[in-house]
């Protein structure tokens, strides 16, 4: 083969692998996009996808009233094709997160329940909001379908009534209280827990039997830093809160133990510490010429008195610098007559010296300058 032969086949080749290697590096570019988009919708094909609706949210009681614990249940559904793992669950009441749940597992078409304990300390209507994954941890078929609200109307407290008399026979006899027989231990029971609004507050229960009292309290769920005991043996159980935060929620359980040993506790509730109610502007009441009766005079109405006090102050020495500016030429035109009138009497003066007339006229004439008359 001819040296010219030889050097066209090997640049040939070159040019031939040069396309090769281009051929490689495009596909290297171009294929990863559609194999990720497809790798990405088969995932979101066979994700999971959480949801609720409103009518997952319940409340027991459904109409509660103000201290009483209330139950609130959320049932959450997963729609999608692949199971939900350590699902997290929020509950907000009047916007504020009070409580996090979690989920091991949720299998598809197979809603799970998850629910809490919370005491409302003002009356009203509140709204609860239910919201699944809050930081989007999972991939879902549709992230937008997450959270539900409801709102429960949270009544009064009513009125106490009067203990109805012990009922009792026809023929005048009490009715006798059961006696549990001699083998059967009767066990303590927790019950009737609430929280009334204060500062502090105060949480109390009721037990069948007497027993002493406990609280644990904390700002974190399971997690009690605050205990608060009374020895004292009585079936209704009263512990005052004193040391908490403002607008902070607080996780509690109660505890009660009989002298004999029996003990109970409750399951664990939750409530809203808000802050404490301002005391009114101190001030003097007086009547009012208004068609309100009364108003307030504070520190600010006297602040108000004093600025309008120098605003009439500062129009007031307006109103005389302007005037002195009008008398002004005024007092030029009366400073300018004395220096004429000393013109004519040194002009008088001078001709009287030269002569030119009389000690009586002089004399004439002068008070009739100084005078203001006319020659």
């Known amino acids: 083969m001819k040296k010219g032969a030889f050097k066209r086949l090997r640049q040939s080749n070159r040019k031939k692998q040069k396309e090769i290697i281009t051929i490689v590096l495009l596909s290297l570019i171009l294929l990863p996009s559609p194999l990720f988009a497809a790798t990405q919708t088969a995932e979101v094909l066979s994700a999971p996808d959480l949801t609720l609706n409103p009518s997952d949210i319940s409340f027991a009681p459904e109409n509660p009233v ?23 669950v929020d509950f907000h009441i009047d916007s504020t997160s009070v409580i996090k749940k979690e ?4 299998h598809p078409d197979s809603p799970k329940s998850v629910s809490i304990n919370f005491i409302f300390l003002y009356p009203g209507s509140h709204n609860v909001t239910v919201k699944i994954d809050a ?42 209280t059961p006696t549990p027989s001699p083998g059967e231990r009767t066990p303590l029971i927790i019950s009737n827990v609430t929280v009334t609004l204060g500062h502090p507050g105060i949480i109390s229960w009721d037990t069948n039997e007497e027993s002493d009292s406990l609280v644990k309290c ?85 602040l108000l008195l004093v600025i309008i006090a120098l605003s009439a102050l500062s129009i007031t020495n307006l109103r005389i610098i302007r005037r002195k500016r009008e008398e002004r030429p005024m007092e030029r035109e009366i400073t300018a007559k004395p220096s004429r009138r000393e013109e004519a009497l040194s002009k008088l003066k001078k001709r009287f010296e030269r002569g030119e007339i009389s000690v009586d006229e002089y004399i004439s004439k002068r008070g009739d300058i100084i005078h203001g008359k006319r020659e």
């Open 66 to 88: 103000v201290g009483q614990p209330v139950n609130i249940t959320a049932i959450i559904h997963n729609i999608g094709g692949y199971t939900a793992k350590n699902v997290t």
């Open 103 to 106: 989920i091991d597992k949720i």
């Open 135 to 176: 930081n989007n941890t999972i991939i879902e078929q549709d992230e937008t379908n997450n959270q539900a609200t409801k709102f429960v109307d949270v009544a009064e407290i009513p009125p106490t009534k009067p203990t109805p008399p012990t009922p009792v026979h026809p023929g005048g006899r009490p009715t006798p």
């Open 218 to 302: 904390g700002l974190e769920s399971g997690k009690y830093t605050i205990k608060e005991y009374n020895t004292t043996y009585t079936r209704s159980h009263a512990i005052l809160l004193k040391e908490l935060k403002e607008n902070s929620t607080y996780y509690f359980v109660v505890n009660s133990t009989s002298p004999e040993g029996k003990s109970a506790e409750s399951d664990e509730y939750a409530f809203f510490s808000p802050a404490p109610p301002k005391p009114p502007k101190e001030g003097i009441k007086i009547k009012s010429i208004f068609p309100i009766d009364y108003y307030i005079i504070t520190p600010w109405w006297f």
